[in-house]
């Protein structure tokens, strides 16, 4: 079976010099440390080309942003095409480093330029409006957890977001009291989510055995075996709801 022959950055250059040129351009390259240079007036064009996307090349684009607002990135089509996420993560870095995007598809055509997008300014304010929701989302999650469960980096683990640590409270008050249902758990201050965690039942730890009654699975205690921590803090909390209940009884009489 023959081997692909290695792509090398010389390979990108022709096919990038061709489609400048039909634009207009004067192009040459290797000038003053820029690997491509187009002129056409006073609009300079440089483009940095890479076998592929790393650190250097974007270190070398940002350094060439001193003499022209016009950089680019060359690098060769992505064998797993535009849908992965390394092809978005890529280019929201580079839009926002206000760098424009070219590849060049060497299998066809005898190397095919697109230019994907090219360089704008990015306008931060507009970009927070846009993504307002997932700021909200973000800021919410995180005043939603009680404790530090999870450590930042890490990956392939269980992770102990909001939700699970709603779901958990449940399963604490059913480990206390026995079945329950989604009032009674309300009642001692479980989350407003209760009858949907229940009924969803996203970890498989709820069984409904009648009607608005759930019974904790043996899966929730297995699970939470390796939660010490924060079993515990819900069962103080847990607790603490009982007290205040019976308190409020006292009064009652």
């Not at 483009?47 to 990135?73: G, H, P």
């Not at 026995?178 to 201050?189: E, H, N, T, V």
């Not at 607790?239 to 019976?246: H, I």
């Amino acid at each position: 079976m023959a081997h692909k022959k290695p792509i090398h950055e010389t390979d990108l250059y022709q096919p990038v010099r061709g489609y400048l040129e039909e634009l207009g351009y004067q192009v040459q390259g290797e000038v003053k440390g820029c690997d491509l240079a187009a002129v056409m007036g006073d609009d300079l064009i440089v483009v940095e080309m890479k076998t592929s996307f790393n650190l250097k090349l974007l270190s070398q684009a940002v350094k060439r942003q001193r003499v022209t607002d016009s950089v680019y990135v060359a690098i060769p089509y992505p064998k797993g095409g535009k849908r992965t996420a390394a092809w978005r993560d890529m280019c929201i870095l580079l839009r926002r480093l206000e760098i424009g995007l070219i590849t060049v598809d060497l299998a066809k055509d005898g190397g095919r330029v697109e230019v994907h997008f090219h360089p704008h300014t990015f306008d931060r304010l507009k970009s927070l409006r846009a993504n307002k929701r997932v700021r909200y989302s973000i800021i919410k999650e995180a005043e939603g957890r009680s404790g530090h469960y999870n450590t930042g980096g890490t990956t392939r683990t269980r992770l102990i977001t909001a939700y699970r640590e709603q779901a958990i409270h449940i399963a604490c008050c059913m480990m206390r009291y026995g079945d329950m249902s989604p009032a009674q758990l309300r009642k001692i201050g479980t989350s407003p989510k209760t009858p949907n965690i229940l009924r969803d039942n996203y970890y498989g730890w709820f069984t409904r055995v009648s009607r608005g009654v759930y019974r904790l699975e043996d899966a929730a205690r297995e699970f939470l075996k390796d939660y010490p921590e924060l079993v515990g803090h819900y069962m103080k909390k847990i607790a603490e709801a009982g007290r205040e209940q019976s308190a409020e009884q006292d009064e009652a009489k």
